[in-house]
Nanobody, 123 residues
Framework: QVQLVESGGGLVQAGDSLRLSCAAS????????MGWFRQAPGKEREFVAA????????RYADSVKGRYTVSRDDAKNTVYLQMSSLKPEDTAVYYC????????????????WGQGTQVIVSS
């Protein structure tokens, strides 16, 4: 059974850093693009960051560029999202997802999704 399990969320203050992890199981994801999306209360799910097969290509939403870094460790079948200089508007449930090859910033490109981890940034 294929699973993506996010962890690392929590309550932090503005300006703090946090690292999210997404552990994949059920098969290897080394040939997949891995993406991060988030959904704030009352808002649609939005793209945050993604990393392509092999880690050579990354993409970021403008709102997180320069503050977030996506990386992957294929030996551990895990993808990470390092978040720094967090802002209250970063508050959301963060989801990781697996898609085909390329880090496309569109939710429909991804075919496996995790259950999400909550990030709350207080001002």
């Amino acid at each position: 059974q294929v699973q993506l399990v996010e962890s690392g969320g929590g309550l932090v203050q503005a300006g703090d850093s946090l690292r999210l992890s997404c552990a994949a199981s059920g098969r290897t994801f080394s040939n997949d693009a891995m993406g991060w999306f988030r959904q704030a209360p009352g808002k649609e799910r939005e793209f945050v960051a993604a990393i392509g097969r092999g880690g050579g290509t990354t993409r970021y939403a403008d709102s997180v560029k320069g503050r977030y870094t996506v990386s992957r460790d294929d030996a551990k079948n895990t993808v990470y999202l390092q978040m720094s200089s967090l802002k209250p508007e970063d508050t959301a449930v963060y989801y990781c997802a697996a898609g085909r090859l390329y880090p496309i910033p569109v939710a429909g490109h991804y075919y496996y999704w995790g259950q999400g981890t909550q990030v709350i940034v207080s001002s």
